[in-house]
């Protein structure tokens, strides 16, 4: 049982290019969220889903897509990075709404340059 | 506005001196109040919810408290393996729909 995997664990970008960051929940659990850590901000809420096709915005959304075609995985798109972006970003998956008992990743370290 | 104010910024701590965090909230329709632990390097670790005032929850060494304004994590007789950061978050709904906020957390070191 591995939990929540994010891939890679590290990312180097330039500002500009595009990439996806990969989330997958092995617990079978509905309700799933990206989440970005920064210093002196705590975690703050990207976007989460609530199941398989449905997706909604939390309290930073803009530059960041997102897709639930399963209910094992939540990639996260970056359209076109910003260094404003660098940042470590959590994927989390749990039973109920987005917070509640959540299982988190060890996380993706992004730099954009 | 909803906020998530935690304090103290850092802690430290004689293994076996208790004391306790705090993590103030003001936030609209509070759905619950969250605890977790983070090591170094890694995604935090849940410990506790809490649903309402008066609420308290334990786990060893940790017990969570909830009031109207504010929860305590009460640490007794810490070990250094309690050393971490402890984030404080709470979920909130309004006409925006579900809002999930974070503290900054508390930077906790337990000396042997």
């Known amino acids: 049982n591995a939990g929540v995997t994010q891939t890679p664990k590290f990312q180097v970008l330039k500002t500009g290019q595009s990439m996806t960051l990969q989330c997958a929940q092995d617990m079978n659990h509905e309700y799933m969220s990206w989440y970005r850590q920064d210093p002196g901000m705590g975690l ?11 997706t ?3 309290e930073v959304p803009n530059g960041y897509n997102v897709s639930r075609s399963t209910t094992e995985d939540f990639p996260l798109r970056l359209l076109s990075a910003a260094p404003s972006q660098t940042s470590v970003y959590f994927c989390a998956s749990s039973y109920n709404v987005p917070g509640t008992e959540a299982f988190f990743g060890q996380g993706t370290r992004l730099t954009v340059v | 506005e909803d906020q998530v104010t935690q304090s103290p910024e850092a802690l430290r701590l004689q293994e076996g001196e208790s004391s306790s965090l705090n ?3 003001t936030v609209s329709g509070l759905r619950g109040l969250f605890w977790y632990r983070q090591d170094p390097g890694k995604g935090p670790e849940f410990l506790f919810t809490l649903y309402s005032a008066g609420e308290e929850k334990e786990k060893e ?4 408290t909830l009031t109207k304004k504010e929860s305590f994590l009460h640490i ?6 309690d050393s971490a950061t402890y984030l404080c ?11 999930f906020y974070f503290g900054t957390g508390t930077s906790l070191t337990v000396i042997p």
């Open chain 1, 44 to 54: 703050r809420l990207i976007h989460y889903s609530v199941g398989a096709g449905i």
């Open chain 1, 56 to 58: 909604d915005q939390g």
């Open chain 2, 23 to 25: 993590c103030s909230y």
């Open chain 2, 61 to 64: 060494r940790l017990k969570a």
């Open chain 2, 76 to 81: 007794t007789a810490p070990k250094p393996e």
């Open chain 2, 89 to 99: 978050a709470v979920r909130s709904y309004s006409n925006t729909g579900n809002q």
